[in-house]
Each structure stands twice: as structure tokens, then as C-alpha cells.
């Protein structure tokens, strides 16, 4: 197949940062993307609707003459409380509340100590059916990097569906056969997304001919044995499975240092990416579900209405790209993409 057209899709998993980087990137998404839900982890996390509401304005301006429709989140804390629920049950625009382990991530640091914290927070959510998004990582130190996230499964997420069995729960950015097995056999109200990147990588690609830091990311990438469960669960055809593609801009020299940032730029080429993880697998035929319907029935969204078409012809990756006065450098850097957007 040389083109396919499928209707425009949804990423369910996006950071955009603010200001003037945030204003260089969501052109990128809104070129391809009708919506996408807006991860809430800045430095001031966005904890109130106020807030939210604020940081939308933001991200409508810098996509003007699009349509695209930002779909806000709120970040979760300690104090997170049911009466800020039921404000986000009323709002128009918030559609889920993230939970990020403290420390687990970029700006992470004011997330929840401990979920007994936000009890009341998740039975609100819980009978209002506000979506948790779940940054599925443990943050113990002593427990292998590479296995933070089947950890979390076991010691968090488990409990956590048993405590309150009808909560909608995205289990973000799956990197393990843990995760899509855990999903599969879970509840329908227990969805993942799954991002382009680790669809085409493992964690060789962290060390190819020396330490490559635009490869690094949270949760981390796994052996090959995980990726191609990923690729399996997201071509299966599967409504629990959607796409998220966790794009997450840093300056270059916050990527290339010391202790360089997690986070991979995907923004750019991101239907060009999973099209090809999705050609790669023989299964285009799945890409149209995967990218443009699963997501938005979990969110209750109606469908969108416009297509975009992908054609399959080489081009290559700019170098790097504006990130306000700074740069990022996107995934495939100077290297090619199989397949572009018309
Ligand atoms: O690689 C990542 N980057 N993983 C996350 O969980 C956060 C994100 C970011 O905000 O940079
Ligand atoms: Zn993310």
C-alpha cells in the first residue's frame, strides 16, 4: 500500500511545556492531531481549573486557524480533594487528572506521596467516571530501573483496581508484555495508551555507538521481547490500546548533559512514525482504530470528521528544530522517515 487515508486522529498523551516553547510546538501536533489531552506536569504544575484554563488559552492561541481542541488535565498532589472533582466534573474542558508517583518523572515532584492521600479524590473521580492517568512507575530507588513498571502493576495498580473497581484508568506510555497483558486481562474500564517511539525501539537504542540521551526516556525502553508485545497489542485491534505519544521537548542542552532530561520529541512525525510501526507489522488495516477511534471512545468524545492521509515516500528529519530560543533535537534526527503526511 502506497497511501492510506484514515480518519484525523487523537493523541491521548502530549506535553507541550509553556511560553515560548510551547508556542514552537503544538503547530507540530495540531498539523496532524484534531485533539490531544495535555499532560499537566510544569514546573508550577497545573493543579486547579483556573489554572487549566489559563494554560488553554495558551495552547489555542499558538494553534490558531487549526481546530485543534486541547483537552486539559489536572495534576494531582496530596491535597487534591473532591471538591476540586466535582469542579472538573463541571468544567467544560478538564477531562482526567494525572497521577505521577513523586519523583517518578519530570516535574514530578509535587505528585502524591501516597495514594491514602487522595482517597476521596479517586471515590469522586471514581462515581463522576473523571479518568485517572496513571504514570505506571514505582520511584524506590533499590528497585531496577527496568523493572519499575511491572512493579508498579503488582504493588500499586493491583490494589489500587480492587480498591475502586470501576475507576476508568489509562495506564500511560506501556513500555512491557507486564502492561499489555495486565490491560488485556483487566476490566473494560482499564485501557493504555502506547507511544511511537517505543513501538520502534528497544533499549539497544539507548547505547548504539556510544550513549545516545535523545533515546532516553520515563519509563525507559525495554528489551526487544517487550517491544514487539507492544507492537502486538497495538495492532491487534484491541479498544484498550490507543495512541499517546508522550512527546516530551527538552532544550538540547538539558538532553545532551551530565544528567540529561527524559523525554523524546516526537511532535514533529509522529503519524509518520506509527504508520511506519504499523507498515512494519503488516498492519495498516489497524492504524485507523489504534490512532482515531479507541482513544476518544474511551473519553467519551465524539468522532472526528476530517481524514488525513499518510504516503509512503522517505524524507528526511531536520537536525533540529525550534524550542523558543533554544532547540530540541526530534527522534530520527538527520535520519529518514518511511512515510510522510500529504
Ligand atoms: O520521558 C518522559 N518525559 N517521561 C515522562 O514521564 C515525562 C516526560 C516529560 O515531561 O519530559
Ligand atoms: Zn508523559
Given at each position: 500500500?502506497?497511501?492510506?487515508?484514515?480518519?484525523?486522529?487523537?493523541?491521548?498523551?502530549?506535553?507541550?511545556?509553556?511560553?515560548?516553547?510551547?508556542?514552537?510546538?503544538?503547530?507540530?501536533?495540531?498539523?496532524?492531531?484534531?485533539?490531544?489531552?495535555?499532560?499537566?506536569?510544569?514546573?508550577?504544575?497545573?493543579?486547579?481549573?483556573?489554572?487549566?484554563?489559563?494554560?488553554?488559552?495558551?495552547?489555542?492561541?499558538?494553534?490558531?486557524?487549526?481546530?485543534?481542541?486541547?483537552?486539559?488535565?489536572?495534576?494531582?498532589?496530596?491535597?487534591?480533594?473532591?471538591?476540586?472533582?466535582?469542579?472538573?466534573?463541571?468544567?467544560?474542558?478538564?477531562?482526567?487528572?494525572?497521577?505521577?508517583?513523586?519523583?517518578?518523572?519530570?516535574?514530578?515532584?509535587?505528585?502524591?506521596?501516597?495514594?491514602?492521600n487522595i482517597t476521596p479524590a479517586l471515590e469522586a473521580m471514581q462515581s463522576l467516571g473523571i479518568p485517572l492517568l496513571v504514570h505506571g512507575e514505582v520511584t524506590d530507588p533499590?528497585?531496577?530501573?527496568?523493572?519499575?513498571?511491572?512493579?508498579?502493576?503488582?504493588?500499586?495498580?493491583?490494589?489500587?483496581?480492587?480498591?475502586?473497581?470501576?475507576?476508568?484508568?489509562?495506564?500511560?506510555?506501556?513500555?512491557?508484555?507486564?502492561?499489555?497483558?495486565?490491560?488485556?486481562?483487566?476490566?473494560?474500564?482499564?485501557?493504555?495508551?502506547?507511544?511511537?517511539?517505543?513501538?520502534?525501539?528497544?533499549?539497544?537504542?539507548?547505547?548504539?555507538?556510544?550513549?545516545?540521551?535523545?533515546?532516553?526516556?520515563?519509563?525507559?525502553?525495554?528489551?526487544?521481547?517487550?517491544?514487539?508485545?507492544?507492537?502486538?497489542?497495538?495492532?491487534?485491534?484491541?479498544?484498550?490500546?490507543f495512541l499517546g505519544t508522550d512527546s516530551a521537548p527538552h532544550p538540547q542542552d538539558a538532553k545532551e548533559s551530565a544528567c540529561g532530561c527524559a523525554g523524546i520529541y516526537t511532535?514533529?512525525?509522529?503519524?509518520?512514525?506509527?504508520?511506519?510501526?504499523?507498515?512494519?507489522?503488516?498492519?495498516?488495516?489497524?492504524?485507523?482504530?489504534?490512532?482515531?477511534?479507541?482513544?476518544?471512545?474511551?473519553?467519551?468524545?465524539?468522532?472526528?470528521?476530517?481524514?488525513?492521509?499518510?504516503?509512503?515516500?522517505?524524507?528526511?528529519?531536520?537536525?533540529?528544530?525550534?524550542?523558543?530560543?533554544?532547540?530540541?533535537?526530534?527522534?530520527?534526527?538527520?535520519?529518514?522517515?518511511?512515510?510522510?503526511?500529504?
Amino acid at each position: 500500500m502506497q497511501t492510506i487515508t484514515i480518519t484525523q486522529p487523537d493523541d491521548l498523551h502530549l506535553h507541550v511545556r509553556d511560553g515560548q516553547a510551547l508556542q514552537s510546538v503544538v503547530p507540530d501536533t495540531a498539523k496532524q492531531f484534531a485533539r490531544a489531552i495535555i499532560m499537566p506536569n510544569l514546573a508550577e504544575p497545573i493543579t486547579s481549573v483556573a489554572q487549566a484554563s489559563n494554560y488553554r488559552d495558551q495552547i489555542l492561541s499558538a494553534s490558531q486557524g487549526t481546530g485543534f481542541t486541547p483537552l486539559m488535565t489536572l495534576y494531582l498532589t496530596d491535597k487534591t480533594d473532591a471538591a476540586i472533582i466535582k469542579e472538573v466534573s463541571e468544567s467544560q474542558f478538564i477531562h482526567a487528572l494525572k497521577l505521577y508517583p513523586a519523583g517518578a518523572t519530570t516535574n514530578s515532584d509535587k505528585g502524591v506521596t501516597d495514594l491514602k492521600n487522595i482517597t476521596p479524590a479517586l471515590e469522586a473521580m471514581q462515581s463522576l467516571g473523571i479518568p485517572l492517568l496513571v504514570h505506571g512507575e514505582v520511584t524506590d530507588p533499590s528497585i531496577d530501573i527496568f523493572d519499575r513498571e511491572q512493579v508498579f502493576i503488582d504493588s500499586v495498580l493491583t490494589p489500587l483496581i480492587k480498591q475502586f473497581p470501576h475507576l476508568k484508568v489509562v495506564l500511560e506510555h506501556i513500555t512491557t508484555q507486564q502492561a499489555v497483558d495486565f490491560v488485556s486481562q483487566a476490566s473494560e474500564n482499564i485501557v493504555a495508551t502506547i507511544t511511537a517511539h517505543h513501538l520502534l525501539m528497544n533499549r539497544n537504542d539507548i547505547f548504539t555507538g556510544g550513549i545516545r540521551p535523545h533515546h532516553y526516556c520515563l519509563p525507559v525502553l525495554k528489551r526487544e521481547t517487550h517491544r514487539q508485545a507492544l507492537v502486538t497489542a497495538a495492532t491487534s485491534g484491541s479498544a484498550k490500546f490507543f495512541l499517546g505519544t508522550d512527546s516530551a521537548p527538552h532544550p538540547q542542552d538539558a538532553k545532551e548533559s551530565a544528567c540529561g532530561c527524559a523525554g523524546i520529541y516526537t511532535a514533529l512525525h509522529a503519524m509518520e512514525l506509527y504508520t511506519e510501526a504499523f507498515d512494519n507489522a503488516n498492519a495498516l488495516d489497524k492504524l485507523e482504530g489504534f490512532a482515531s477511534f479507541y482513544g476518544a471512545n474511551f473519553y467519551g468524545l465524539e468522532r472526528n470528521t476530517k481524514t488525513i492521509t499518510m504516503k509512503k515516500e522517505k524524507w528526511q528529519v531536520p537536525e533540529s528544530i525550534a524550542l523558543g530560543d533554544k532547540t530540541v533535537i526530534p527522534l530520527r534526527a538527520n535520519e529518514f522517515c518511511e512515510w510522510r503526511l500529504v
